[in-house]
């Protein structure tokens, strides 16, 4: 069967949580300018509108706590009754803990697992009953290097974005069969305030950081933005199942 833009993303809607900033904006971006009607999620709103604004027409947005699992399905309620189905979910809203593991507390714990894997498994409860019922949608969740080896300090974290794969693969065995398509992407070092913070001050990690690249540099924020269209697009309508590792290689380098 002939597709005239299989990479489009024309009519769907897409909800990306964590949307205001880094990867979920540039997420967002990437999608509004294949032809999605975007709506992001994060608990700033002066955060969120101002970059809905920078998204342009095609954006708009909601204030939403992921860790309020009771209003994820108000949340996807409000979408649809503004904008129509939700068609694709950006599980990115999540949280780090860089702390060793002997020192990182249960609460510490449960609070990255409950932003992370709980809040994520909230919002696939209430899209995909409609995404099952209309016979088609993408969910995508945001892993990370922490899910595909071992990088100290981040046990909690490691143990949430770890649990997300395993999410990947359950839901894909009980959603694709009827449409509904379920993929990972674990970026890898991305150029971002974030990042930048954490290697301030620390030659040595970016040095070992760009050592294990093949590519030898940072990836940006569009780069997984991109790579997320393409998963939610019909160029990828036979992928489900799959994490995608956006790194430049790292996953592969020594």
Request: glycine share 12%; hydrophobic share 45%.
């Amino acid at each position: 069967m002939a597709m005239t833009s299989p990479f489009r993303l024309d009519d769907e809607v897409a909800l990306v949580t964590g949307g205001g900033t880094g990867l979920g904006l540039a997420i967002a971006r990437c999608m509004a300018a294949s032809g999605a009607r975007v709506v992001i999620t994060g608990r700033r709103e002066d955060v969120l509108k101002r970059a809905a604004e920078d998204l342009g027409p095609a954006a708009d947005y909601v204030v939403h706590d992921v860790t309020q699992s009771g209003q994820a399905v108000p949340l996807v309620t409000a979408v649809e009754q503004r904008h129509g189905p939700v068609t694709v979910l950006v599980n990115n809203a999540g949280i780090n803990l860089k702390r060793p593991a002997v020192e990182t507390t249960e609460e510490e714990f449960l609070e990255i697992l409950r932003t992370n894997v709980l809040g994520a498994h909230s919002l696939v409860r209430a899209a995909a009953p409609g995404m099952t019922e209309r016979g088609r949608g993408s969910i995508l969740f945001i892993a990370s290097m922490a899910s595909l080896f071992g990088i100290p300090g981040v046990v909690a974290y490691s143990a949430a974005k770890s649990g997300l794969l395993g999410m990947v693969r359950t839901l894909a065995t009980e959603l694709s069969p009827v449409g509904v398509r379920v993929n990972a992407i674990a970026p890898g070092w991305i150029e971002t305030a974030m990042s930048r913070r954490a290697m301030e001050g620390d030659p040595e990690r970016e040095r070992k950081i760009l050592g294990r690249t093949p590519m030898a540099r940072f990836g940006t924020p569009e780069d997984i933005g991109w790579a997320a269209v393409y998963l939610s697009s019909d160029a990828a309508r036979f992928l489900t199942g799959v994490t995608l590792p956006v790194d430049g290689g790292a996953s592969i380098g020594f």
